[in-house]
Structure formats: C-alpha cells, structure tokens
Nanobody, 117 residues
Framework: QVQLVESGGGFVQPGGSLRLSCVGS????????MGWYRQAPGKQRELVAA???????NYADSVKGRFTISRDNAKNTVLLQMNSLKPEDTAVYYC???????????WGEGTQVTVSS
C-alpha cells in the first residue's frame, strides 16, 4: 500500500513562514514526480509546486519567489518551504506522487494551512 503523510501545517500570521513535509514509501521516491497541491474552500484543487526526481521544477505563478519545493530521496521526503505567507495561501495542502510513465497518482490526506491576522 502506497502512503503519503503530510505534516507541518498550522496557523500563521501574514508574512510568516511554514514548512510542510511529506513522507512516503521508498517505492515512490525512487522514481516518482512529487508535488504539492492546495485547495481553498469553494475552489478547485490547484498545483503549487512539483518536481521530478532530479530536474525541472514547476511553481504556480502565485507562489514564485515565496515557496520552495525540495526533496530528499534518501529520506523519502519532499518539503515545501513557504515564506511571506498571505491570507490567500490559506488552504488544505496535499502531497501528490505521480509515476512518470504510467501517470498513476497517489495523494496524501492533506494538512491545513491558515494565514490570518
């Protein structure tokens, strides 16, 4: 069974920082594309950032310059460093793994991020 477990969400004031972590099984991190998505109330789930095992990184325009995705394949971990947080960043953040060839997807259960004064 493939599992992704997110952590690191919470409540932060505007301008603050949070670091999200996603830990998965070794089978995922050996070859999968890993990404972070978010879903705000009443909105569709959207891509925040995604990266291959080693290579291109994609960011949503709304987070460029503020968020950084990284992965440690040896520790089966993908991180999302979020700086200069804004109220509009409030959402449930999900970790996603995609097989690069079959496109089979796995999702974590999400972690809530709330940015408010």
């Amino acid at each position: 069974q493939v599992q992704l477990v997110e952590s690191g969400g919470g409540f932060v004031q505007p301008g603050g920082s949070l670091r999200l972590s996603c830990v998965g099984s070794r089978a995922i991190f050996s070859s999968y594309i890993m990404g972070w998505y978010r879903q705000a109330p009443g909105k569709q789930r959207e891509l925040v950032a995604a990266m291959q095992k080693s290579g291109p990184i994609n960011y949503a325009d709304s987070v460029k310059g503020r968020f950084t995705i990284s992965r440690d394949n040896a520790k089966n971990t993908v991180l999302l460093q979020m700086n200069s947080l804004k109220p509009e960043d409030t959402a449930v953040y999900y970790c996603k793994a995609v097989h690069p060839l079959t496109r089979v997807e796995f999702w974590g259960e999400g972690t809530q991020v709330t940015v408010s004064s």
